[in-house]
């Protein structure tokens, strides 16, 4: 969000509605999530695409509940994230 900010006044406050809403979609359950290639799929991890943003929010389905696992960069270090698939997994 900062980042943003520093590019252009406002933009950090736009990237960050863009999260809220996206987190808005995955609660109410609006959308269906993409499932993410490879082991992940099989844990139950989906995403959700921001339209605005390069960023996917990625997300580990359960019967319980739904965890936030990354704001995953679209780009840059793809699959960083895939270690915390096992520290949801309890």
Do not use: C, Q
């Not at 999260?19 to 099989?42: C, K, Y």
């Not at 844990?43 to 509940?65: A, C, D, H, Q």
């Amino acid at each position: 969000m900062a980042w943003y900010e520093k590019e252009r006044a406002g933009l950090g406050a736009e990237f960050h509605k863009a999260i809220d809403a996206a987190l808005d979609i995955i609660v109410e359950n609006v959308v269906p999530l993409s499932t993410v290639p490879g082991i992940a799929a099989s844990r139950g991890v989906k995403r959700l695409v921001l339209r605005r943003f390069p960023y996917s929010v990625i997300v580990r389905e359960t019967r319980e509940e739904v965890i936030v696992i990354a704001f995953a960069h679209t780009s840059r270090r793809p699959g960083y994230w895939k270690n915390r698939i096992r520290r949801t997994s309890t």
